[in-house]
């Protein structure tokens, strides 16, 4: 391919404001996709994102455009997620790309992900393209919207382009943009080949399946290749570009976007961030080809910030578990897992994710892919001890945590929080944050009625239901983001639930001192409402150490009400009976009392 006429960018943009949209048009209108196969939010082809309606994994995609200038430029897009889980892959797409498209939803204005990946994208060294989207809304409001985005770019905002993703108006006038400001890739044909692995994913019968961004020199089929970091030797057995679906090619130049397939089944042996590069080889008619020397810039590794306990309902599926999550690491380089044992739910494993969505996409995906049933439990962050002894422990599990005796410090993840939110809300947000927490650390005007707060706050206070706190505040106005400012000492005591006058490991947790009692109180209260009725009493109780902070009871059955059960009419029976059949497949047996996975989720919904 000619160098100077390719252009490689990412979409990004508040989620929500219509990457996705923007990107259906742009596969239209370059008749990338035909029309009888053309449907919504085609990128997002995860039966998931097509349920959701968002996107969880970037996708690659190459398109020809004819532009005003009589010439046909190969694009390579990538449409990124916008939520603040996933900013880890678009920092990784930006690496494959040297122009950003920013998309800004015109009725909606600046938000939080707007700002965070702008300032990825600028970090990235990346051409900014901003455009103001969704302008067939009635509501659209370009002026007041324009101005908040040349603010923030410096630029002039009468050039900010006005598009619709749904109509099609402007978008045409967008990739003319593109070709004209985003540089054509740098890149030495003739030097040693080098390729960033930015993605990757498991085909069940191909093996790893790497998407790949060409920097220097040409990949071609058959070429044998080694990836620098993890020093692996394979051959490429097939090269190929994503049009959106695969399409096999005979090679890859610098500059290109696309995917190469070696056989390799292993997941840790072509990992995303590593580079690959050829072995010393004679190709062709006597093309000699040597090792790059240097490997490109990796990727900071992502430390996971939100654990919690997946274990299979049935533990012969444990193996399966184990296979399933080697899987997924794949096609999800922030997941991070290890085995853990518990008294109550026995073998499964601890996950680490990003956040609470990223958590429940992982889940979902463990149970609907890979066809298992499993429990979870309470999420947490991570914590770090310093004993008297002197040595330092990571804990991700308040299951783990010590005889406090022991301990001379406890340290919690901190993050630092950006708000976005109308002015007539500020009052009520700065309440909340203070309610957790939070260390007010300034405050910005980003419009006349938009108002951007920065707090310090424990990630443990955030990760649970901060966000939903903040939408019902607010009415759905503000919008969030945070970034990881390092560990912070913390007076934090372990509260043990008891069951029937037994601690259950799976549903302890670690909270600050002084929410201990009330914390207490409402998880007792609420697990009280999730466990059912059993043949005798239950009591539940919360306690730290040996002090019991709150008790309640789940009362036994009354004979009549089991009376009842076998009385009335017989599909009404049946129904109950299927009904307790179905609710039986997440109960677990924790020593004599029967417990529903919602009960170790319960502490989600504690406000
Ligand atoms: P993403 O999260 O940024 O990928 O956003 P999507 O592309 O999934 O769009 C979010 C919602 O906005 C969807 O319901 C789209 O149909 C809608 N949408 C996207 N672009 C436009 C537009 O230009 N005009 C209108 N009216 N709606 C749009
Ligand atoms: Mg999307």
Known sequence: ADQSKIRNFSIIAHIDHGKSTLADRILELTETVADRDMQDQLLDSMELERERGITIKSQAVRVYFDADDGETYMFHLIDTPGHVDFTYEVSRSLQACEGALLVVDASQGVEAQTLANTYLAVDAGLEIIPCLNKIDLPGAEPERVGAEVADLLGEDADSILRISGKTGEGVEAVLNQLVKTVPAPGGDRDAPARALIFDSEFDQYRGVVAYIRVVDGVFKKGDKITAMAAGTEADVDELGIFSPQMVPINELGPGEVGYVITGIKDVMLLRVGDTITHRAQVRGQGEKLVPAQEPLPGYREIKPMVFCGLF????????????????????????????????????????????????????????????????????????????????????????????????????????????????????????????????????????????????????????????????????????????????????????????????????????????????????????????????????????????????????????????????????????????????????????????????????????
């Open 312 to 607: 299979p309902t049935d533990n012969a599926q444990y193996p399966d578990m184990r296979d399933a999550l080697e899987k997924l690491s794949l096609n999800d380089a922030a997941l991070a897992w290890e085995p853990e044992t518990s008294d109550a739910l026995g073998f499964g494993f601890r996950i680490g994710f990003l956040g609470l969505l990223h958590m429940d996409i992982v889940r979902e995906r463990l149970e609907r892919e890979y066809d298992l049933d499993l429990i979870a439990t309470m999420p947490s962050v991570g914590f770090e001890l310093e004993l008297h002894d002197g040595t330092i422990q990571e804990i991700h599990s308040p299951s783990a945590y010590p005889d406090p005796t022991f301990i001379k410090e406890v340290r919690e993840p901190y993050v630092k929080i950006h708000i976005l939110t109308p002015t007539e809300y500020v009052g009520t947000t700065m309440e909340l944050c203070q309610d957790k927490r939070g260390e007010h650390q300034g405050m910005q005007y980003i419009s006349a009625d938009r108002v951007q707060l920065t707090y310090d706050v424990p990630l443990g206070e955030i990760v649970l239901d901060f966000f939903d706190q903040l939408k019902s505040r607010t009415r759905g106005y503000a919008s969030l983001d945070y970034e990881p400012i390092g560990l912070r000492a913390s007076d934090l005591v372990k509260l043990d639930i008891l069951l029937s006058g037994e601690p259950v490991d799976a549903l302890s947790l670690l909270v600050h001192r002084t929410k201990a009692q009330e914390m207490g109180k409402k998880f007792t209260e609420k697990l009280k409402e999730k466990i059912p009725r059993q043949m005798f009493d239950v009591p539940i109780q919360a306690a730290i150490g040996g002090r019991i902070l709150a008790r309640e009871t789940v009362k036994a059955y009354r004979k009549d009400v089991t009376a009842k059960l076998y009385g009335g009419d017989i599909s009404r029976k049946r129904k109950l009976l299927e009904k307790q059949k179905a609710g039986k497949k997440r109960m677990k047996q924790v020593g004599r009392v029967e417990v529903p996975q919602e009960a170790f989720l319960a502490v989600l919904e504690l406000g």
